[in-house]
C-alpha cells in the first residue's frame, strides 16, 4: 500500500504535467548545493520550476496525466524543470547554465505534449522566446507604416515648399 505522502507526491507531479507547457527532464547529479541554488534562482527568474523527484513518482504521474514515452528519460537521478507559460524559457536557462558548469545534462522534454529526445535541445534552446518573436512581429509590422507614412507625406511636404516658394515670390 502506497504511503500517502507518495500519493500526494503523484497527485502534484501529474498537476503540474497536465498544466505544462514545457517538461524538461535533467539529470543534476554532480552539482553541488550553491550551483542547484544559483540554477533554481535562474529558473524562478524565468517563471521555470525546477522539481526534483524520484523517477516511480514521475513515472505514475505522466501516466495519471496521460503522458506517453518518457520512461527512457527517467533513469537515474531525474529533476524537471516545468514552464507554465514560455516552453522556450527552460531550455535557455540551461543552455546559459550549461556555459559555466556541466550540468545539468537535458535527457529528454516534453513540448506541449510532444515528446523530444536530448538530441533535439540545442536545437529547440537556440529557438527565440515568444517575447523576441512578439518583438520581431511588432518592428515588422511597424516598418511598412512607417514607409507608408513617408510615402504619403513626402508629396505632401513636396507641395508644401513649392507653396512656400511660391508665397516667396508674391512677396519678393
Given at each position: ?56 513518482l514521475i513515472k505514475l ?39 559555466d558548469f556541466d550540468k ?69
Amino acid at each position: 500500500m502506497p504511503s500517502t505522502k507518495n500519493v500526494d507526491a503523484v497527485k502534484v507531479l501529474s498537476e503540474k504535467l497536465e498544466k505544462a507547457k514545457a517538461v524538461y527532464f535533467t539529470d543534476y547529479l554532480g552539482l553541488d548545493a550553491v550551483s542547484i541554488t544559483q540554477l533554481r534562482k535562474e529558473f524562478v527568474m524565468k517563471d521555470v520550476e525546477f522539481t526534483i523527484a524520484k523517477n516511480t513518482l514521475i513515472k505514475l504521474a505522466a501516466k495519471e496525466a496521460g503522458m506517453s514515452g518518457i520512461d527512457d528519460f527517467l533513469k537515474g537521478p531525474t529533476a524537471m524543470a516545468v514552464s507554465y507559460e514560455d516552453p522556450i524559457n527552460p531550455a535557455q536557462v540551461i543552455k546559459d547554465f550549461l556555459k559555466d558548469f556541466d550540468k545539468p545534462s537535458v535527457k529528454g522534454m516534453i513540448l506541449d505534449g510532444e515528446v523530444f529526445d536530448a538530441n533535439e535541445f540545442e536545437r529547440i534552446a537556440n529557438l527565440p522566446s515568444k517575447d523576441q518573436l512578439l518583438s520581431k512581429l511588432v518592428g515588422m509590422l511597424n516598418s511598412p507604416m512607417a514607409k507608408l507614412s513617408s510615402t504619403l507625406g513626402s508629396p505632401v511636404s513636396g507641395l508644401l515648399g513649392a507653396l512656400e516658394q511660391l508665397n516667396s515670390k508674391k512677396e519678393g
